[in-house]
């Protein structure tokens, strides 16, 4: 007779394979299927959710949770497996089929609303079918707040991140904002002063070489390619599975930085699947820690070590042999003021470092309010417009530019914002425990080497998978809970001095 | 209320959307998937197979299959996919579950077994895993036809070409190697009087040049690249769906004629599934007719059509100018001596068209001993080497280019082989039969142009997917039931005169 637990593990494991499937078809998705495709795929990955979510909604899955946890397992992972299980199948069984059906058919209109919305600029297209959307996501987190315990917005946010709530992020984000209205200004008058707008290299740069510098670079980060790919994709993501990771960019001619950072990125995602502890393969414990936390991953190749001085002066030669230009105009002075140029920008996705947290903090303020029923739909373009005038001091001359620019909300997705400013102030805290551990991680990266950096993210990050939550996670790894203070000194040394 | 057979047409769309999400993984799997993946994507295809099967045999299919079939539906689609519907439920629920795992268990451990032999040429390392696999194929093969009132061959091969059974193929079969017993020596006596051997063109071919050639010819031929895919793979195939089909090929340098004729062959099979009858998509009787089926519609395409002289004559010209060589280096003739060159050969798939039913029928009358239990694993080899003496006048001097050259029989794939030359006869006589009904299509041909072909293949084929056996559709298609008659006539005009 086999026992409760190991029998959830045994259907658990046939989840995370759909799952699997899924990603693989998604990444086909997004890369080579032919655009006929389209109907059938979105079948197919439809199909797929339904048969995952009928799998763990299953009614033996209940009765197994009750016998394991009447017994539950003494190894510690295999303890918090169980309560990730019970939690999982709590989020999937809890919700009412009607409610779920309702969210799918709105999230989908308010989408399509959006898309049109977007090109006019025009968000009186939208109002209508986001405020209905915005009733179901208020329902939808208050029966997952009941059944938590914890208030409707923190729900959502612990389904992206688990482990951090509102009363979390409020003290850091407020931290930081005093910081940033100090040194966005200084950083800015910094730049003026400095030579900083001068081109690295002479376009073109070929996309097959940018794609071999790529490749190269991500294969020296710790990039195993006989378990993964990099491909072409409208928009750069990781996806695929741990032992199967797809990675993907895009390729501008005119500038090498976008590919050659945004596959660095990737790559850091892509390292974080890598490490994941193998023997729960498959398992809830096994997978990675939460949305912020795979951030943190990526942020902390891309951002911390891949525009350090020391990596910057390592990659200039080998950007100029490969684009056959002079190594001068790859130097890493040029390097730095190309990749650390700071901007006030109207639109997250082109936000530099130290600005970016700035419009990361303004959806959380604002989807809060919007879920705490503080702020109607209608009201929206106005409080962005008075958010990015009070945070970065401009406004966006259209809501194409402001409150349209991102997807995330017109499909129903609440509680993802604060994931990457919490990633990014991560990635610096580790950053900092990891110098404090490894003091000559900076030698390594000027010699292209990430991997004692790599060592000890796979000791202190990796290898835990899902074993804890945010908070915790953060406190064993770095020795304190999260706090702005690493990120605010990674960003006084490289903006203000 | 919802009656019984439209909730059977919602379950059995629903497996059908898990077999589209197989087939992807199947096609990603061989052309980009990196090694490292392999071992996750065999569970993912088991899963899905697994999930597929557990839908299938759901007992709520069985109550509604009796329900249905008490009202059965009047629209003669409907019923034959009731009919199939049936079929597949009976197939499924009829096997006991320790046979199925017994033999899938040892399929696999016979397909490592048979690698290990094929490499050092040693059928005794397979014999007794291969025996094993044969016993359990046989008791599979007994509950199949027990439960379809037939004998245990015809239930296989009603497996893979439903509607024909070895009553049907014997007679056929028999005629055919009367004939080639004769036209063989002839054949290659007409061949060695001619200049046959002649080069067309100078190697090398270049790849991207091959290329851009397959993907013209196969657009020509009607493949709509807004719903399919050319890629390469280690073995040229057809996979994907009706809507987003993925044909892939290979490319030698040295001779452009196997990536031209193998594209042209795979898009036989792409234009079927693209025919195939929309308003049935994803049932049963939407799917193709079966293996010899499907088989005549990649050789219409590739020998009857494209081996042509007026096809032939038509891609002289393009070939000349995609290799940037003179036009007379692809002379029509040339071409002609080199895709219509008869050889014996032992090895099936490299066979040409007039010595390939020859493979065929010796697989069919071993395949048939083997399941009748007049033939031992044993005593194969020896059997095999009678066999090609026999039916070519060859012996294979090993094992490797004799009966361990196919993976078939050592995964227990049974039944399957007189597809391929049901295939090649039914291919000739719908020919016959498309040119009655249009006289010009050789004029079409001459131009690249395949569309009066197509048009009469979808309306006497395509358009019809499973609605009949293969006797009847055969019948419908060209008035009378198969017959190598036109197979021989096609022959005798192309290697006999």
Redesign the interface.
């Known amino acids: 007779m086999i026992d409760a637990y190991s029998q959830l593990t045994g259907l658990f494991r046939?989840i995370a394979?759909?799952d699997?499937?899924k990603a693989?078809?998604g990444w086909?998705e997004a890369t080579?299927?032919?655009?006929?495709?389209a109907?059938?795929?979105a079948?197919?990955l439809a199909?797929?959710s339904?048969?995952a979510h009928d799998l763990l909604t299953a009614p033996e899955i209940g009765d197994l949770l009750d016998a394991a946890e009447a017994a539950p397992p003494a190894d510690p992972f295999e303890s918090r497996n169980l309560y990730l299980m019970r939690r999982a199948h709590r989020q999937a069984t809890m919700l009412p089929r009607d409610l779920v059906e309702a969210f799918v058919r709105q999230s989908s209109t308010c989408e399509k609303k959006w898309r049109e919305a977007k090109n006019t600029s025009e968000f009186r297209v939208l109002a209508p079918s986001f405020s209905a959307l915005i009733t179901l996501v208020r329902e939808y987190a208050q029966v997952l707040g009941d059944a938590f315990d914890v208030a409707p917005y923190d729900a959502l946010v612990d389904q992206h991140q688990p482990g951090i709530a509102s009363a979390d992020i409020i003290p850091v984000f407020a931290r930081f904002e005093t910081f940033l209205r100090d040194a966005l200004p200084r950083a800015e008058e910094l730049q003026r002063q400095a030579s900083y707008a001068m081109p690295v290299g002479a376009p073109p740069f070929p996309e097959v070489a940018q794609e071999a510098i790529c490749r190269r670079l991500a294969a020296q980060a710790g990039l195993?390619?006989?378990?993964?790919?990099l491909d072409r994709a409208a928009h750069p993501f990781c996806g695929?599975?741990p032992?199967?990771i797809r990675i993907t960019t895009r390729y501008d001619e005119a500038d090498f930085c976008s590919a050659v950072m945004s596959v660095l990125h990737e790559t850091g995602h892509a390292l974080y699947e890598a490490g994941l502890p193998r023997e729960y393969a498959r398992q809830p414990v096994g997978l990675a820690a939460g949305m912020a936390v795979h951030e943190s991953q990526s942020l902390i190749i891309e951002m911390q070590a891949a525009r350090s001085d020391a990596y910057l002066g390592y990659i200039g030669p080998i950007l100029a042999e490969a684009f056959n230009q002079e190594p001068t105009a790859f130097a890493m002075d040029l390097l730095a003021g190309r990749l650390r140029r700071v901007e006030r920008s109207f639109v997250r996705v082109e936000a530099d470092e130290l600005t970016y947290p700035a419009h990361v903090i303004l959806r959380f303020r604002l989807e809060r309010a919007i879920i705490e029923g503080d702020l109607s739909a209608r009201d929206l373009p106005a409080a962005w417009n008075d958010g990015m005038r009070d945070l970065l001091d401009v406004v966006p001359p259209d809501d194409m530019r402001g409150c349209l620019q991102d997807i995330h909300w017109y499909t129903g997705l609440f509680g993802y914002f604060p994931s990457y400013t919490l990633g990014a102030m991560t990635a610096a805290q580790l950053m900092a425990a990891a110098r404090r551990a490894e003091p000559t991680l900076d030698d390594a990266f000027a010699r292209g080497d990430f991997a004692p950096l790599l060592g000890w993210l796979w000791r202190n990050v990796h290898r835990y998978g899902s074993r804890f939550g945010f908070n915790d996670l953060v406190m064993l790894a770095t020795g304190s809970k999260l706090d702005p203070t690493d990120f605010e000194t990674h960003l006084t040394k490289r903006y203000l001095s």
Chains 1, 2 share one sequence.
Do not use: C, K, N, Y
């Open positions: 046939r394979i759909v699997e499937a693989i078809l086909d080579v299927m032919p655009d006929g495709g109907a059938d795929r079948d197919q199909t797929l339904g048969v195993d390619f006989h378990s993964a790919r695929g599975t032992g199967d």
